[in-house]
């Protein structure tokens, strides 16, 4: 799985250092500590997002799917990442009041989304979406990280096999799954890994 513990992405346009436009289908860097319009810094580097970040403090990962968003969670330390629930995906309003409550019940400091990159890097319309879904959730006030998604589906279900998990049962729990797969790479790029 690749990472992003360089390029600061400042949603909603702007040049990135090298002149690219952000949001362009690049995942260059843009200029770090900038944020959307009336929200908090949505970035794809790590070490800018970790700088936004209070003193450590729960952080919460999201898989967006089409028709459901997998969550995970990570301690006050950063060190683990653990599967949540799945919940249904609707209009945006609706997604967003689920995740307030979930942000609110667990004290959630940041939001990790996974972007879903195509192979050689370039982004596509599923890409596009997940920023566009990252932006409408800096009103919420907590900085957001973009973090590479490539191979966490494929990673989540070779682990649900290893549990001798039903193909039932592993279409239940996948999308949750993958967003630990998600939230566990920027554990390890935020807690100094290489990845």
């Known amino acids: 799985m690749a990472g992003n513990t360089t390029g600061t992405d400042k949603i909603g346009g702007g040049q990135s250092e ?4 952000s949001g362009s289908g690049q995942a260059g860097a843009a200029p770090a500590g900038r944020a ?16 936004a970040l209070p003193q450590r403090g729960g952080l919460l990962g999201l898989d967006l799917g089409t ?3 997998g969550t995970a969670f990570a ?9 949540g629930k799945t919940i249904k995906r609707g209009k945006f309003g609706a997604d967003k009041a689920l995740l307030q409550e979930l942000i609110r019940e667990r004290s959630i400091k940041g939001i990790v989304i996974g972007l879903p ?11 596009q979406s997940s920023r566009a879904y990252a932006r409408n959730l800096s009103v919420l006030g907590l900085p ?4 590479d998604e490539r191979w966490s589906t494929s990673s989540a279900e070779r ?5 001798d998990m039903s193909r039932a049962r ?10 630990a797969v998600i939230l566990q790479g920027a554990l390890d790029a935020l807690n100094g890994g290489m990845f």
Not at 41 to 47: F, I, K, N
Not at 75 to 83: F, K, L, T, V, Y
Not at 144 to 147: H, N, S, T, Y
């Open 67 to 69: 028709q459901t968003i």
């Open 159 to 163: 682990a649900l096999i290893d549990q």
């Open 170 to 179: 592993r279409a239940t729990r996948i999308d949750s799954a993958a967003a």
């Open 36 to 51: 959307p319009a009336g929200g908090a810094l949505v970035t794809t580097g790590a070490l800018a997002y970790r700088d």
């Open 18 to 21: 090298d002149g690219v436009a």
């Open 75 to 83: 301690d006050a330390g950063w060190r683990i990442a653990s599967p």
């Open 117 to 127: 990159l195509n192979m050689d890097g370039s982004e596509g319309p599923r890409a």
């Open 144 to 147: 957001v990280l973009l973090w």
